[in-house]
């Protein structure tokens, strides 16, 4: 390793030479770490020359002059652990409080390494202060433990580290339980889950923040302060160190291949970033063949940090409050209860009789006094798994109690999560280890593919037996399924075919009906579930993306379900699938459509599928119900129905009752402007966006000006129904939220209406221009799939699109509409992360349907067009 103060320029340091030096530093970093050299070396290299080029300025800027002060590294700087790019927390204390003209020193001499873009954290502080402030915050606490001397004098650092061990500074105890809260806090920050797809390398649980945190209870409790030290205290065996060591290490050189890459102090390995780090550290591959591999090995480490994690902390736990341990164990075979804790009597049982793992996990889900494993059998289940490999499931007596724990919904909740973090799911079912951390790359998953799962298990049990009020209808529907458990099996195998090419639904149904058998359940049963898992997509697709308004929409989807009972299956897997993606991905808008279609369905298999709707019925009875209404504020039934003989058919099936009220009446009132559009606004409670209703002339573009005036306001179109009356006016209605996902305000409906009134107005209207697309969307290949739907007898041609969800998609796919002129009857507008699903139902302006040339055509006209945004 070469010589840090090599690197420091000999005269004074200023902005210019500061920042080559620091420039040429990590350049120099940078070749060794490409040729080889140990990560922990160089972290070291980093430290060392921060350290003399603090020095350097420290003497620079006169403070020597004052002997009593004190310049302190603390945090990670203080550890010297020093990647590239890491904040540099340096602490200056005095024993008294500082004179003016130290301030006046410590001010220039911050400018400078402020001005040489140093991450810098100062603190300026007496020892008292320290001692105050390290009292009322644990972290400050931390940091005042992790401390190294820079350089002043060494009698004032002494004092502030003494002052430090005293016992009324932090209690063993006392610490112990502050950093397990806060290590609890960040868990739920990160969603308490390792298997996130874009994590902090800082930060997530099992990552170089949990060793920290073992390191640091382990230091308060017992004075250790290394890895190594671990196993001389019987914290952690020799294997397990060494386990330990290599996780470190594996994070250290992703967190400097990081920095080296992005050049900035950030810990997050986004998938913009992925790429790059996989490549720096020689992963190789096609596709994201690199990447998926770095990602496995990532997720693997922190699965191994963050149980070594739980047994060091369960162990300084017993040695810190030995006097709160129970007095007794409860021995109940071959379990021992230590506790609230399950462990086992002979530590070697799971080896010899390999089906006691499943009765662990059944012993823990039926008592609910127990909190968790026992350290010593977290031990035993780790040796097993070395020793068994994916062997349970051709045991006799572990299907039986694999059917036992899921007929349990409990085990949704406890014993599945438990399985899956300490890795005896793909014991069990050995397909699980194809998924296990692997990789989605889409803005629409926030997890990999086995946490995903795990979220989908316990969104059922918490739906279910739980208390939100957006659930309330996937209650009652569960309540209403014989066989919850075929519900939890679907949902366990969901996503099993994915990581082998092809459409994971059809891929993993065969899997799911082979276990399903495996576990004994009748054929009926077993090809239940294995349609769930090759269906578990349609709802979704159904809801989303096409016009559940239509009733043949409808009655085309309950003859594909069948009947009832696969509805409610169909269903509550949808709902916790869809829910177990992200954070954002349900609101009250899809709420809303899925509650339309299920009830939609359901009334159609009630009233027989073989009778189609009788939609004369449908209209006669929704015109009645409108009717009342206007007849109460005081309209006549021959006026209603002098505008409602102007309109089609189709309009009064699209429409709800209280929907046509408030058209006609509107309508009746602006009779006297009619060559003014009508620009109505209402408040949708049910799906939580805003309506904007619009009657006007019918002329060409209506829509593409409406998308593009809606883009330009940042307002996000979830769907359109579009319809025409006898005297040529459009009947146009727009459903439409926020960026977040709110409706919108009412002070800000008064500007939109006079934009798209201008606009509607305008016969050479110029849309605004198209927002810039997002350099993050270029990470994502998402081929434009532009296709008619072939396997429905129609009135409409309707026209699916998939692509990439860019600034701009509805005004151009709008364009192509006028190109040809299209009249265009309803749209739906899907947005999934970066992909979007738009689904239109087309006519001639004749009302005739597309020919065959024609839906040639405008296929290649849309893909042409979305190929250039």
């Not at 003209?101 to 911050?110: A, D, F, G, K, Y």
């Not at 874009?198 to 308060?220: A, F, H, V, Y």
């Not at 085990?411 to 280890?433: D, Q, T, Y």
Request: hydrophobic share 40%; with cysteine.
């Amino acid at each position: 390793m070469q010589n840090a103060a090599a690197f420091l320029p000999s005269d004074a340091i200023t902005m210019e030479n500061g920042r080559a030096a620091i420039k040429q530093q990590i350049r120099c970093m940078a070749e060794l770490f490409s040729g080889g050299s140990p990560v922990n070396e160089l972290v070291q290299f980093r430290t060392a020359f921060t350290d003399l080029l603090l020095k350097k300025i420290w003497s620079q800027f006169q403070l020597v002059d004052f002997p009593e002060l004190a310049l302190v590294a603390v945090g990670g700087y203080g550890r010297g652990d020093l990647q590239p790019h890491s904040d540099i927390d340096i602490l200056i204390v005095s024993p008294d409080s500082i004179p003016e003209e130290v301030n006046s020193c410590i001010s220039s001499m911050t400018g400078l390494l402020w001005d040489l873009k140093l991450d810098l954290g100062l603190s300026v502080r007496t020892i008292a202060e320290c001692i105050s402030e390290g009292r009322k915050d644990v972290t400050i606490a931390t940091n005042l433990m992790e401390t190294r001397l820079i350089t002043g004098n060494r009698d004032t650092y002494d004092k502030l580290i003494g002052a430090t061990r005293e016992p009324d500074f932090w209690t063993p105890q006392d610490f112990f339980l502050a950093k397990i809260e806060e290590q609890n806090n960040r868990y739920h920050y990160y969603k308490d889950t390792v298997y996130m797809l874009e994590p902090d390398l800082k930060n997530n649980p099992g990552c170089l923040r949990d060793i920290q945190t073992m390191l640091w209870i382990s230091e308060k409790a017992l004075g250790i302060k290394s890895i190594r030290e671990l196993q001389s205290r019987k914290l952690l065996s020799r294997i397990e160190c060494y386990e330990l060591t290599d996780c470190q290490d594996f994070l250290w050189r992703i967190r400097f291949a990081l920095h080296l890459t992005i050049s900035k102090p950030d810990n997050r390995l986004t998938f913009d970033r992925q790429r790059a780090i996989a490549e720096n550290l020689g992963y190789t591959g096609e596709g994201n063949a690199p990447v998926e591999r770095l990602m496995k090995r990532f997720y693997q480490t922190t699965h191994t940090v963050h149980e070594l994690n739980k047994i060091v902390t369960q162990l300084i736990r017993m040695k810190l409050f030995s006097e709160e341990l129970p007095k007794k164990t409860v021995h109940c075979q071959p379990f021992i209860f230590r506790g609230s804790l399950i462990d086992v009597l002979d530590h070697n049982i799971f080896i010899k009789k390999p089906e006691i793992i499943l009765e662990l996990f059944i012993t823990l889900t039926e008592r609910k006094e127990l909190t968790g494993i026992y350290v010593e059998c977290i031990r035993s289940l780790r040796e097993a798994r070395r020793h068994l490999g994916s062997r349970l499931s051709e045991k006799k007596e572990c299907r039986e109690l694999f059917k036992k724990l899921i007929a349990n919904p409990r085990s949704l909740k406890v014993a599945f999560p438990l399985m899956h973090e300490h890795h005896i799911l793909g014991m069990f079912i050995p397909r699980w280890n194809v998924i296990r951390g692997l990789m989605q790359f889409d803005m629409f998953h926030q997890y990999t593919v086995d946490g995903h799962t795990i979220r989908v298990l316990e969104n059922i049990y918490c739906f279910a037996f739980g208390n939100d009020p957006r659930f309330t209808l996937f209650r009652q529907i569960y309540n209403e399924i014989d066989k919850p458990e075929l519900l939890f099996l679907a949902a366990l195998f969901h996503d099993i075919g994915k990581g082998r090419g092809g459409h994971h639904a059809a891929m993993g149904a065969p899997d799911a009906l082979y276990f399903a058998k495996l576990l004994g359940y009748n054929r009926f049963e077993s090809k239940l579930v294995s349609w769930i898992v090759r269906m578990h997509l349609y709802m979704s697709i159904v809801a989303q993306r096409r016009d559940i308004s239509d009733p043949e929409v409808v009655a085309d989807f309950a003859r594909e379900v069948g009947d009832e009972t696969f509805l409610n299956y169909l269903y509550c897997m949808t709902v916790a699938d869809i829910n177990a993606t992200n954070d954002n991905e349900w609101n009250s808008y899809k709420d809303s459509l899925f509650r339309t279609l299920y009830f939609s369905a359901r009334d159609a298999m009630r009233k027989g599928l073989e009778n189609p709707p009788d939609l004369n019925l449908h209209i006669r009875e929704n015109q009645k119900r409108a009717l009342g209404p206007l007849v109460k504020i005081g309209l006549s039934p021959a006026s209603v129905f002098k505008i409602w003989n102007n309109f089609r058919p189709e309009y009064f099936i699209k429409y709800q009752p209280e929907q046509i009220s408030w058209h006609t009446s509107n309508i009746i009132a602006h009779r006297n402007e009619a060559d003014l559009p009508l620009i109505l606004f209402a408040q949708n409670h049910n799906t939580r966006c805003t309506e904007l209703f619009i009657y006007t002339r019918d002329t060409d573009g209506i829509f593409a000006k409406v998308c593009a005036v809606l883009g330009s306001k940042k307002l996000n179109i979830m769907a359109a129904t579009i319809s025409n009356t006898n005297e040529n006016y459009a009947l146009d209605t727009f459903s439409f939220t926020q960026n977040d996902g709110t409706p919108l305000p009412a002070d800000r409906m008064s500007s939109l209406r006079k934009s798209l009134t201008g606009a509607l107005m305008s016969d050479n209207y110029r849309a605004p221009a198209i927002a810039m697309r997002s350099e993050r969307l270029d990470l994502f290949r998402i081929p434009t799939l532009v296709s008619f739907l072939k396997n429905r007898e129609h009135r409409t041609s309707e026209l699916e699109i998939s692509t990439l969800d860019v600034p701009g998609i509805l005004a151009r796919i709008s364009s192509v509409f006028q190109k040809h002129r299209l009249s265009l009857h309803a749209a739906k507008i899907t947005t999934t992360g970066e992909r979007a699903d738009d689904f239109f139902s087309l006519t001639n302006t004749d009302g005739s349907m597309l020919s065959e040339q024609q839906k040639s055509e405008i296929e290649k006209d849309i893909t042409d067009i979305l190929a250039h945004c």
